[in-house]
């Protein structure tokens, strides 16, 4: 069985930069592609980003963090980096890694068969 674990929330100020990162505990072909999802309070779960290293390394955004999130990941190692710049009071979720065989429709969390347990991001103005 896959875990995988995040570390890199916490609390910063709007305008302010955090680093996510995810980490699998086997390097199992089973994973091709790897993302990040968040849920703020009272709102459903949310695509931010996902990488694809068999679907030719595209990595994917949510039009709301074009241009502020970067993915960057380690294939070999099965890890992901999400770097959060200028973040807002909208980033505020709990933000979980996850994992799948899949290379394409990345956006779509049910495509996923590996999550994480959530770390917390919270951006104060």
């Known amino acids: 069985q896959v875990q995988l674990v995040e570390a890199g929330g916490g609390s910063v100020q709007a305008g302010g930069s955090l680093r996510l990162s995810c980490a699998a505990s086997t390097r199992t072909d089973s994973i091709n592609s790897m993302g990040w999802f968040r849920q703020a309070p009272g709102k459903e779960r949310e695509f931010v980003s996902a990488?694809?290293?068999?679907?030719?390394?595209?990595?994917y955004y949510a039009d709301s963090v074009k241009g502020r999130f970067t993915l960057s990941g380690d294939d070999a190692k099965k890890m992901v980096y999400l770097q959060m710049n200028s973040l807002n009071f909208e980033d505020t979720a709990v933000y979980y890694c996850?994992?799948?065989?899949?290379?394409?429709?990345?956006?779509?969390?049910?495509?996923?068969?590996?999550w994480g347990q959530g770390t917390s991001v919270t951006v104060s103005s």
């Open positions: 996850a994992a799948t065989r899949q290379v394409a429709q990345l956006r779509d969390g049910a495509r996923y068969d590996y």
């Open positions: 990488i694809s290293w068999r679907g030719g390394g595209r990595t």
